[in-house]
């Protein structure tokens, strides 16, 4: 049988396209700007070096001949040096032997043998930008920036050079004005990574204890799946008011509710069907444990799914929302089982003043959520006195209200439990 000769070996270990997932490599076709997106260890890094890489020695899918001048901008110039160019998935890691470039510390560069060079630039110092031209650019945790808008500019106005200058960004989003913009911009490519997804390269004591503590929470969506977690600025709630109010687990409940809040139709357009479960502790404490909530359920769907909810949980009541189907909201449940307990509720005023009272209780801290539900924090997070963006129902939020008013904030004896 065959073997491979050391120098097939290195061929083979630094040959990206085959190692490389395909979040790794740039969307086709190719766009002026690349933005990749990820979580912690996800790497962007290995990414962007690649990618610099490729553009250095002219290799495809990255560039058909050599790209002669090249921008590293990093959040600080220790920054670029530490991991763009030093660090273990950095620049000088990723070439085999004879393409490394030469890197030249005092005068912030690296050189390549066919003559392209890679000058390093730190976003603290925008003026050092002006002047200098590229025809590539690597820009790495954009979102940290100092001195954001005013260095990408700068770095914009010097990649003039070959027919098309392109340049790649790297970095964990954060909802800045920036990161938003080129998301929605048609000249940006868009790939997004999650930590889990390059588990393989990573301890697994450290996926598993990263994953555990923060999975689900706004930093954990942020720093491990690479999401833009955002808040509206009139929202009731904030993403800091529901992180003080996580909890691994929540203690034994003295009372514990189902709330539904029934879509209008059962079509597959149609509004989801908002299921929530929350409870209350023997010090009053509310405690909200599961979104089950679902999307174009039909009525015999979302019946039995609540009625499964409140037998899983032991729970003392469903809460029905009966604005939208009156009576046939009762009679399915009733088909379902015609034992579980129901208190209709009706709404009479707008869901933004049937919140505020809830919200009120956030900022007690007089609730907790147990885990993280991310879909309904986000709903949480973005509903303002319009509502949510683009007219969405806040189905989810609407059944927390109901559960959590019930159980908190309804007068003692209304309203009144129906037997079924």
């Known amino acids: 049988m065959p073997t491979a000769t050391p120098d097939e070996v290195e061929l083979i270990r630094n040959t990206w396209n085959i190692w490389a997932r395909p979040d790794q490599l740039p969307p086709e076709p190719l766009k002026p700007i690349w933005l990749v997106l990820g979580g912690r260890g996800a790497g962007k890094t290995r990414t962007g070096a690649e990618w610099v890489r490729g553009m250095a020695l002219g290799h495809p899918p990255f560039a058909d001949l050599p790209t002669e001048r090249i921008a590293l901008v990093g959040e600080t110039q220790g920054q670029v040096r530490d991991v763009m160019i030093e660090g273990v998935s950095g620049l000088l890691a990723v070439h085999a032997r004879g393409e490394r470039p030469n890197w030249q510390p005092s005068l912030r560069r690296l050189q390549w043998p066919n003559g392209a060079i890679a000058q390093v630039f730190s976003a603290e110092d925008p003026e050092g930008l002006r002047g200098p031209q590229f025809g590539a650019a690597w820009s790495d ?131 989801r069907c908002g299921l929530v479960v929350a409870g209350i502790d023997s010090d009053g404490l509310g405690h909200v444990v599961e979104d089950a909530t679902m999307a174009g359920a039909r009525p015999q769907e979302w019946a039995e799914k609540a009625v499964a909810l409140y037998r899983r949980y032991e729970a003392d009541v469903l809460v029905v929302e009966v604005n939208q189907g009156g009576e046939m909201v009762e009679s399915v449940i009733r088909e379902i089982d015609a034992g579980v307990p129901v208190v209709p509720v009706r709404a009479t005023r707008g869901k933004y003043l049937r919140a505020e009272p809830v919200a009120a209780l956030y900022a007690q801290g007089r609730v907790r959520h147990a885990g993280p539900l991310p879909e309904l924090e986000d709903e949480m997070c973005s509903f303002g006195p319009g509502g949510l963006e683009g007219g969405r129902s806040p189905d989810r939020l609407d059944a927390l209200v109901w559960a959590l008013t019930h159980l908190m904030l309804a007068p003692k004896g209304r309203p009144r439990v129906r037997g079924m």
């Open 141 to 271: 945790e954009l979102a940290k920036w100092p001195n954001l808008q005013e260095c990408w500019d700068m770095l914009q106005f010097g990649l003039r050079l070959g027919d098309h200058p392109r340049q790649v960004i790297t970095t964990t989003p954060r909802p800045v004005p920036l990161v938003k913009r080129l998301l929605v911009e048609p000249h940006v490519a868009v790939s997004r990574a999650r930590t889990q997804d390059n588990h393989y390269n990573l301890a697994a004591e450290f996926v598993r204890t990263v994953t555990q503590t923060y999975g689900g929470t706004r930093l954990g969506r942020q720093e491990l799946d690479g999401e833009i977690v955002e808040e509206s600025p009139d929202a009731l709630w904030t993403r800091a008011m529901i992180e003080a109010a996580r909890e691994r687990r929540h203690p034994p409940l003295a009372r514990i509710a189902v709330a539904v809040d029934p879509p209008a139709s059962s079509s597959q357009r149609a509004d």
